[in-house]
């Protein structure tokens, strides 16, 4: 008996020593202790013992016993703290690793140029409206005095959704929105991309942006427009700048102009100038006084209120700011474009 109990604690000895983790440790004490461990099998033996032999017998086996478990809770405090060194080294952060370099994106020069127009008008004390675009063909051309049949409808050709959706065409259904549902005063513009039937070349895209204005209230007149624009105009272009108005029709509005503004490269004296091409003015919006039909289709009753709106073509006005030849670059996503815009 004695024999056999040396031998087991010898042996299991040996294991602990070997024993590297909490798993195998717990096969050790399995092993030993469990419903057949050695220890368990020893003690089972003790009944084929004489009566007189069973109560020293069973003494020796245990404190060996003891003996084991003592062993084994050493062992286990080792591996335990041998795992938690193990798991603070795996978790160390080296802080003298260089840092990984994120990279940071800019505004496209479209969206550049929209922030400076819409902040002039801001401080005009001009708020932003914003409409879908898909849009009713009864917003999109109803209401803006273009029926059915219309020529002006032809010079749009568009997207249709269905009979009676589309995507809109210009941003002046936004207008008509505004106006058919809130009361004059109303100083509002409407920054927003619309679709037209255009073939993609240079200066012409199927996807454009627009920025519109309306005004309407008491006693609105072409002065008022007059002094708006040409503010807009100093402060998008620089205070030297010119404008000039040039008869033009549209159906939403009547009278109705196009401006032009001095070239505010050359101020006219270069005749290869790129900008301006030499004529030393650069045709920036359409405008006019708001159709007293339209006012009337939307609910505001022109003898008491009148009105001035006006639209410019986002994209024409970026690609003559930075001088940008092809329009197709501001929509191809290229990065080695786009980089040239970081930090302005
Ligand atoms: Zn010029």
């Known amino acids: 008996m004695k024999e056999k109990l040396d031998n087991i604690i010898k042996n299991a000895q040996a294991e602990l020593s070997k024993a590297e983790n909490t798993k195998e440790l717990n096969d050790i004490r399995q092993q030993n202790l469990g419903k057949k461990g050695a220890f368990t099998e020893l003690l089972k033996s003790l009944g084929s013992l004489s009566p007189d032999e069973r109560p020293q017998a069973g003494k020796i086996i245990n404190e060996a016993r003891m003996m084991f478990e003592n062993m084994l809770t050493e062992q286990e405090k080792k591996i335990k703290s041998l795992e938690k060194q193990i798991k603070l080294s795996l978790e160390t952060i080296d802080v003298t690793l260089p840092g990984e370099k994120s990279s940071i994106g800019s505004a496209h020069p479209l969206s550049l140029v929209r922030d400076e127009i819409e902040n002039i008008f801001i401080a005009m004390g001009f708020e932003i409206a914003e409409g879908p675009e898909i849009e009713l063909d009864h917003f999109n051309f109803e209401l803006l005095n273009v029926p059915k049949g219309h020529p002006a409808r032809d010079m749009q050709d568009s997207f249709y959704v269905d009979e009676t959706r589309l995507l809109r065409t210009h941003t002046s259904p936004v207008q008509a929105r505004v106006m058919t549902t809130q009361k004059p005063p109303i100083r509002i513009i409407c920054p927003g991309r619309v679709y037209r039937f255009d073939e ?145």
Not at 221 to 233: E, K
Not at 259 to 265: E, K, N, P, Q
Not at 307 to 326: E, K, V
């Open 200 to 344: 993609v070349d240079a200066t012409h895209s199927p996807v454009f942006h627009q920025c519109e204005g309306l005004v309407v209230d008491r006693g609105i007149n072409m002065a008022h427009l007059r002094g708006t624009i040409d503010v807009f105009a100093k402060r998008m272009y620089g205070s030297k700048v010119k404008t000039r108005f040039r008869p033009s029709f549209f159906p939403f509005t009547e009278p109705s102009a196009e401006v032009d503004v001095s070239c505010y490269l050359c101020g006219g004296e270069d005749k290869n100038c790129r900008v301006c091409k030499g004529s030393g003015w650069i045709e920036i919006l359409g405008c006019g006084m708001v159709n007293p039909n339209v006012l009337k289709m939307c609910g505001i009753d022109p003898d008491i209120y009148s009105g001035f709106a006006f639209g410019m073509g986002i994209d024409r006005i970026t690609t003559s700011r930075y001088t940008i030849s092809d329009l197709r670059t501001l929509f191809e996503n290229d990065m080695r474009f786009l980089k040239q815009f970081q930090g302005l």
